[in-house]
Nanobody
Framework: QVQLVESGGGLVQGGGSLRLSCAAS????????MGWFRQTPGKERDFVAA????????NYADSVRGRFTISRDNAKNTVYLQMNSLKPEDTANYYC?????????????????WGRGTQVTVSS
C-alpha cells in the first residue's frame, strides 16, 4: 500500500505560479512511477504529468508542456508539480497517483494509488 497526500493548492491570479507537493508513505516510494491528474466538476479526470521512478524521464499533457514541471525527491518520498504561467483553464482539483507501470503511462486506470486531491483556482 502507498498513501498519498497532496498539498500546495490555492487561489492564484492568471500568469502566476504554484507548486504542488505529494507526500508518500508506505511501501518503497522510489519503485513507483508518479503522476499528476486533474479534474473539474462534471468532467473526466485528465492526465497532467508523470515521472519515472528515478526522475530521469517525464511525460506531459500537451496542454501543460512548457509551463508545468514534475519532479521528485526519493529521499523525502515526495513528488512535486511546479506550475507556471497559470491560466483560468488550469482550475481543477489536482490528484497525485502512483503506478508500477512505466513513465509513459497516462491512463487513469493504470494508476493503483491516489491521493484525495488539492484544489487549484486560477482567476482571470
Amino acid at each position: 500500500q502507498v498513501q498519498l497526500v497532496e498539498s500546495g493548492g490555492g487561489l492564484v491570479q492568471g500568469g502566476g505560479s504554484l507548486r504542488l507537493s505529494c507526500a508518500a508513505s508506505g511501501r518503497t516510494f522510489s519503485r513507483y512511477t508518479m503522476g499528476w491528474f486533474r479534474q473539474t466538476p462534471g468532467k473526466e479526470r485528465d492526465f497532467v504529468a508523470a515521472i519515472s521512478w528515478s526522475g530521469t524521464n517525464t511525460n506531459y499533457a500537451d496542454s501543460v508542456r512548457g509551463r508545468f514541471t514534475i519532479s521528485r525527491d526519493n529521499a523525502k518520498n515526495t513528488v512535486y508539480l511546479q506550475m507556471n504561467s497559470l491560466k483560468p483553464e488550469d482550475t481543477a482539483n489536482y490528484y497525485c497517483a502512483a503506478t508500477t507501470q512505466g513513465w509513459r503511462t497516462a491512463l487513469l486506470t493504470s494508476y493503483n494509488y491516489w491521493g484525495r486531491g488539492t484544489q487549484v483556482t486560477v482567476s482571470s
